[in-house]
């Protein structure tokens, strides 16, 4: 069963004859005259009289309410909240003391730790002088003194960090201490964190762009010649690290091959390493204590040729990163070269396409043409019948149907190019009466149009139009693979036959001209 | 004053009108939900083949006073509203072009159902009832 797409509403009333019963049962009372008798109660009067001389003796009373204050409670609240108030002020002072404290417990530790380093690097010294008594090799000098003067001043300002964290603590804890109570320690130590990170993250990308900028500055003096400025930038750069290498003995032209990745290592540092490790195995007979200075020295040489190292391997990354941008700077410009090939070929196509569209539209109007053509000579062919079944019944003359037979032959003629003294000849042939010749005439106008003679050539291969002309015309413009052999007829126009096979050669794989036409007049 | 009879009386007199009156209501608004579908399903110019005008979905309503009240049958007013509610098997048609053709006929994959008159119908269902409380809410309240 088909489907039904339909609905059906139904509305049933129910309520109204019941409303009208009701009505009905409504009017019949109304209509009823019933008698209602009314009688009156003393005592409920009495009791009523009763009522109001109560209500007015109670309205002359004048009633006041006392509320009592206790003296005790009051005192007991203020007392509270005093306990309160003194309890939240001292658990605040008690968290922030207790944060004070440890802070100034784990600052004296690193004091501590700090001055024994110290200690143990005056004694280092003084092992040395022992060993080297003779004052030759000059190891102990500015070395120590570099390895525990930067001990002493971070001891001193983490001394003076602390002071002033401390200072800072205190003065933030007055200020909130109705808030802090809320912040866990942990939130509020995560927060120091985040923002001790950000610093840094900052801190270290100020540090990469001065690098990469003293990089290109550097590349750029060396590539213009500028030795001199080329050194200045060098020297902004690493001074500090040009006075420990001249502290280390490392020669400047040394640095400065090993800090441009012009040589792989400090021979001079190397040495002076090696020298210090034959001394340590010399004396290694005259107990570990005798050494200790010796590898004291040693082992600070060694740190600062890995600080050396780690200075000249950001250097030859800096100049890695300057390459890497360089490298997308031409990838960009390549790119935008891409772009700008790409808009020239889209041009080329749009004009392509232009053109291709110019070509349909002349193909278009041929077929117009062509459906024209032919209903011209639908035309024609009628006022032709006519005419010729009036002259079987020898009524031709010159009336209108004459007129209108020679009005079609003008217009056949200027369809099918004809000369005027071509169309004159077929209106005299009208005006004699030979009609036959005129159709015969018409019709092959119409046979050596260039459209309708197009549309016959159904196959590119081998053409023939026929006619008495002869004579083998080769197309121009017909494709490479085949032979295209034309019979002129007699009076027909060899350009245009021409034109309308060259049209039909193979294009891009699909045919084009006159093929077009042949399935347009279906 | 009128009595309390009389009142009761128009009351029932127009709970009685209430059945054709809301009928036409809801027979304008079922009219108006299947138009609504039929457009989201067809579009304004309806269901359209190639160079044909297009099937408008719309319904057709046939009320009817009935002993006790009234009805009202809404109905799809082209075979179309099926094809859009529960779509098409493959089928074929026959080409209506004019000229020689090496095919009479083309297959159509057919087509899946919307649902659309489902939708009108589970609407209709939901706004009609209110349409016949609001009708008697009127007439009680006068």
Redesign the interface.
């Known amino acids: 069963m088909?489907?039904?797409?339909?609905?059906?509403?139904?509305?049933?009333?129910?309520?109204?004859?019941t409303?009208?019963h009701?009505?009905?049962a409504?009017?019949d009372l109304?209509h009823a005259d019933p008698a209602v008798t009314i009688s009156a109660d003393d005592n409920a009067s009495t009791a009523l009289a009763d009522v109001a001389d109560a209500a007015a003796e109670l309205g002359k009373t004048d009633p006041t309410v006392t509320i009592g204050v206790d003296d005790n409670a009051s005192g007991t609240i203020a007392d509270v909240r005093a306990d309160a108030a003194e309890l939240a002020a001292r658990d605040t002072e008690i968290v922030l003391q207790a944060r004070v404290d440890a802070a100034k417990a784990d600052l004296a530790a690193l004091r501590s730790e700090l001055e024994q380093t110290g200690d143990k690097a005056q004694e280092t010294a003084r092992q040395l002088d022992k060993v080297d008594s003779g004052g030759g090799s000059n190891l102990r000098g500015n070395a120590i003194a570099d390895l525990t003067g930067p001990l002493g001043d971070a001891s001193d300002g983490i001394s003076d960090n602390a002071e002033g964290g401390a200072t800072k603590v205190g003065i933030s804890a007055s200020a909130m201490t109705s808030a802090i109570t809320g912040i866990g320690v942990g939130v509020a130590a995560a927060a120091a964190l985040w923002t001790l990170y950000k610093q840094r993250q900052e801190e270290a990308r100020q540090k990469q762009e001065q690098l990469n900028k003293a990089q290109r500055d550097f590349n750029k003096a060396v590539r213009e010649g500028k030795l001199d400025e080329a050194a200045q930038v060098l020297l902004d750069q690493y001074g500090e690290l040009y006075d420990k290498a001249k502290l280390a003995g490392v020669g400047a032209q040394e640095f400065t091959r090993f800090l441009t990745a012009q040589s792989d290592e400090l021979p001079t540092l190397n040495a002076r390493i090696a020298e210090l490790n034959t001394l340590i195995e010399r004396n290694a007979d005259k107990g570990k204590q005798a050494t200790a200075g010796l590898a004291e020295i040693r082992d600070g040489l060694l740190e600062q040729r890995d600080a050396f190292k780690e200075t000249r391997a950001a250097n030859i990354d800096a100049n890695k990163a300057l390459d890497a941008q360089d490298d997308q700077l031409h990838a960009v410009a390549s790119t935008l070269g891409t772009t700008k090939r790409k808009s020239e070929e889209f041009a080329t196509s749009q004009e392509r396409v232009e053109e291709s569209t110019r070509r349909v539209n002349s193909e278009l109007d041929r077929m117009k043409g062509a459906l024209n053509v032919d209903q011209a000579m639908n035309d024609f062919k009628r006022a032709v019948i006519d005419g010729m079944a009036e002259v079987g019944e020898s009524a031709l003359d010159q009336s209108d149907d004459v007129l209108a037979l020679k009005q079609s032959v003008i217009d056949m003629g200027e369809q099918f190019g004809r000369t005027p003294l071509e169309i004159k000849t077929e209106l005299d042939a009208v005006d004699a009466g030979d009609l036959a010749k005129v159709a015969r005439d018409v019709e092959a106008w119409y046979r050596l149009h260039p459209i309708m003679l197009a549309s016959k050539l159904d196959r590119p291969g081998q053409i023939n139009v026929g006619g008495s002309g002869g004579g083998g015309v080769g197309p121009t413009m017909a494709a490479p693979s085949s032979v295209i052999n034309v019979n002129m007829p007699a009076g027909s126009r060899g350009v245009d036959v021409l034109r309308q096979v060259s049209g039909q050669a193979r294009r891009s794989g699909r045919r084009y001209g006159a093929q077009v036409v042949h399935y347009a007049r279906? | 004053m009128p009595a309390a009879s009389v009142n009761l009386h128009a009351l029932a007199a127009d709970v009685r009108r209430i059945p054709h009156a809301g009928m036409i209501a809801a027979a304008k608004a079922a009219k108006k939900i299947v138009d609504d579908e039929g457009r989201r399903i067809a579009g304004a110019d309806g269901m359209r083949g190639k160079k044909r005008r297009g099937l408008k979905l719309r319904a057709r309503d046939d009320i009817r006073d009935t002993a006790t009240g009234a009805t009202c049958r809404v109905q799809g007013s082209v075979p179309a509203w099926i094809w859009a509610n529960t779509g098409t098997k493959a089928h074929t048609i026959r080409r209506r072009k004019r000229g020689p053709m090496r095919k009479m006929v083309v297959s159509h994959p057919g087509m899946p159902g919307r649902h659309a008159w489902d939708r009108v119908a589970e609407r209709i269902t939901r706004v009609v009832p209110e349409i016949f409380a609001a009708q008697v809410s009127e007439a009680i309240r006068g």
């Open positions: 088909a489907e039904q797409v339909r609905i059906d509403l139904v509305a049933d009333d129910k309520a109204s004859k409303i009208d009701v009505a009905d409504v009017e109304e279906r």
